[in-house]
């Protein structure tokens, strides 16, 4: 059964219509890759999910229409977002970072601690002094602080060392046990570690649906639908 | 070296006011994007207010003035908090529209203050205590400059612990880095944004009040003068900084004070252009940009 539902979902941004009538679901549990060429609409696919961008189209979650809500409300209702440019606020401390986060119920500090133990060291460090991979781990630990049942995350591994692509790609696979992950990722190596199933954009559109084992299986379809060779095994 | 004195602790004095004025200003500039042509009137309300109640209560001169000024600031607040949910509220995202919507009820509340009270100054409640001197270094001081000065520096104190040690200070610290992200955590910012009004309005309010103290009458014009200065004191010190706000707003009433006297009486506006025009030139981002602590 499909936890999170979109439908027909557009999005115009100036005089271009990035996306063009965007439809896919995303089951409950595990981990969704929304995958797709450099500039096909993935990151504004999540964007609008969000109500970051004017968008049209419906968005639920669990049968709950989330489109007409802003995107505090959209967040409340448990979707927890991972930003692509990771968007700590640079000024405040790790640990002011993580509180500013909290939405009632108990935090869960513990998991964050032991995903991120580093986090727990420097937090009183300004999260603008810290490096990109440990501004990553502040962005993912915000949005597993709370109870939510759907993870949007947007290019965890952007720009990362090797070392730290593995670290968050262990974080994921672990976010993952507790709740539904929508991943926009670049990285096929990750995508094969930690996806069930998959999504892929062009031009604005879905362009193929499936399981992760089923399109990384196969190099042409990779190569045709991303433009990249296979083998991320 | 008396002289030197005077003049910096008057400078003080002026400093401080323009902080009430530009801590408000910064804020809302740097959490919400707004520039408000009406924060002005909120001085000349402000003062007004206080100037009408001190005219309905009894007691000396101290007590009215206490009581006055509070109910003068809690004006202030509320009708910056009102201003916030009818009118800005609506055209967030609509920078034109909101520049036209608070120059126009800047010349609105003006304009009321006028029609209602006249264009004539009115003599303002200060205490006798107020108006004596104390000697410092030789200079005979007005002790409301000392009023002035512990009032911006309790308001600055405040507004650093509200900022540091509070939720909504770390919503609004946030906010005025990254507005969208503190959305994207289910934090509804607008609240935030209502709340910073709130305490623009009650900080210009203060001023208005502590202007009526310097000058001793409240006039129309009042809040018209003091909001340029503070403009100026906000491109200084960088929007969405409380402490650069703080240092621009002495900087700037320190040279003020120092060129009228020293260069030639009228000159100390032109020192301050002069001013902001080398910071724009070396630092156009201001003193401590975007950063609200």
């Known amino acids: ?233 | 070296m008396s002289t030197f004195v005077l003049l910096t602790i008057t400078g003080l004095g002026l400093g401080a006011m323009y902080f009430l004025v530009a801590s408000g200003l910064s804020l809302i500039y740097g959490l919400m994007g707004v520039l408000n042509f009406a924060h002005g009137a909120l001085i000349t309300v402000g003062a007004y207010a206080t100037w009408w109640m001190s005219t309905q209560v009894g007691g000396g001169q101290g007590t009215k003035l206490l009581v006055a000024a509070v109910f003068g600031i809690a004006v202030g607040a509320v009708l910056a908090a009102l201003i916030e949910l009818v009118l800005i509220r609506p055209l967030y995202q609509r920078p034109v529209e909101q520049v036209l919507v608070t120059v126009g009820l800047a010349l609105v509340l003006n304009a009321l203050v006028e029609a209602i009270w006249g264009f004539d100054a009115r003599p303002f409640p200060v205490p006798s205590w107020m108006i004596d001197t104390t000697t410092v270094l030789g200079a005979s001081i007005p002790n409301d400059r000392f009023v002035e000065i512990a009032a911006a520096v309790l308001v600055l104190l405040g507004l650093n612990a509200f900022l540091r040690y509070t939720r909504y200070g770390l919503i609004i610290r946030a906010g005025v880095e990254n507005r969208a992200m503190v959305t994207a955590l289910g934090i509804d910012v607008r609240k935030a944004f209502t709340l910073v009004f709130a305490i623009g309005g009650a900080a210009a309010a203060l001023a208005g009040v502590l202007s009526g103290v310097y000058y001793g009458v409240v006039d129309p014009g009042r809040g018209t003068s003091l909001l340029i200065f503070a403009f100026i004191v906000v491109v200084i010190g960088g929007f969405g900084s409380i402490g650069g706000t703080a240092v621009a707003a002495v900087a700037v009433g320190l040279i003020q004070q120092y060129a009228n006297y020293y260069a030639s009486s009228g000159l100390g506006d032109l020192a301050v252009v002069l001013l902001l025009a080398i910071v724009l030139l070396l630092k156009p981002e201001g003193l401590a940009p975007k950063v609200a602590h």
């Not at chain 1, 004017?54 to 209702?77: D, F, K, M």
């Not at chain 1, 991972?82 to 405040?92: K, N, Q, S, T």
């Not at chain 1, 009183?124 to 991979?133: D, M, N, R």
């Not at chain 1, 399981?211 to 433009?227: F, H, I, M, N, Y």
């Open chain 1, 1 to 233: 059964m499909a936890l999170l539902r979109v439908q027909d979902l557009n999005v115009h941004l100036g005089e271009s219509h990035i996306l063009q009538g965007v439809s896919f679901e995303v089951p409950e549990g595990g981990v969704t890759a929304l995958l797709g060429r450099n500039g096909v609409g993935k990151t504004t696919t999540l964007r609008a999910m969000m109500g970051l961008v004017p968008r049209r189209g419906t968005v639920s979650l669990a049968g709950e229409e989330l489109t007409r809500l802003p995107t505090h409300a959209i967040v409340r209702r448990g979707v927890g977002y991972v930003p692509e440019d990771r968007d700590v606020f640079a000024g405040l401390s790790v640990d002011e970072n993580l509180r500013l986060a909290e939405r009632g119920g108990t935090p869960r500090y513990e998991l964050v601690y032991e995903l991120f133990p580093e986090l727990k060291i420097r937090g009183a460090q300004k999260a603008g002094t810290l490096s990109g991979g440990q501004q990553q781990m502040v962005a993912i630990a915000r949005a597993l602080l709370n109870d939510n049942p759907v993870l949007l995350v947007d290019e965890p591994t952007k720009g990362l060392a090797p070392l730290l692509v593995t670290e968050v790609a262990a974080a994921l696979e672990r976010a993952a046990e507790l709740t539904t992950v929508l991943l926009v990722e670049q990285n096929l190596a990750v995508v094969a570690r930690v996806a069930q199933q998959v999504v892929v954009l062009d031009m604005g559109r879905v362009v193929h649906t499936g399981t992760a084992a089923e399109l990384l299986g196969d190099p042409a379809k990779v190569r045709s639908l991303l433009g990249v060779h296979g083998g991320s095994h």
